[in-house]
């Protein structure tokens, strides 16, 4: 059975970066969309999450929130088997859980209501950003 596990979140200043880290257990994603979701506080888990960037499978497109776009990077790496988000110039509005996501859907279509039945999940990890 595939698993997600993501690592790297964090607390950090306004204008600061992370980077998250989501590697696959269990089977290679080459084939799957892959990319980053996340959850602000108080939000009802599991559900309003909100898209923030995806990477088609062997990366040559790359789909981005137009609230990160410039700020965030997603890149993958198959051979780790591992999704990166690079998070830069990041803001207090940034805080919230972030969750990895895989699936066969094309990435183009995150954005939409196929964000909320992807077909594999990571945990989440915190990202807080404090002002």
């Known amino acids: 059975q595939v698993q997600l596990v993501e690592s790297g979140g964090g607390l950090v200043q306004a204008g600061g970066s992370l980077r998250l880290s989501c590697t696959a257990s269990g089977d290679t994603l080459s084939t799957y969309a892959m990319g980053w979701l996340r959850q602000a506080p108080g939000k009802v888990p599991g559900k309003e999450r909100e898209f923030v960037a995806a990477i088609s499978s062997r990366g040559s497109n790359t789909y981005y929130a137009d609230t990160v776009k410039g700020r965030f990077t997603i890149s993958r790496d198959d051979a780790k088997n591992t999704v990166y988000l690079q998070m830069d110039s990041l803001k207090p509005e940034d805080t919230a859980v972030y969750y990895c996501?895989?699936?066969?859907?094309?990435?183009?279509?995150?954005?939409?209501?196929?964000?909320?039945?992807?077909?594999?999940w990571g945990q989440g990890t915190l990202v807080t950003v404090s002002s």
């Open positions: 996501a895989a699936d066969r859907a094309d990435a183009s279509n995150w954005r939409g209501p196929v964000r909320n039945y992807l077909e594999l």
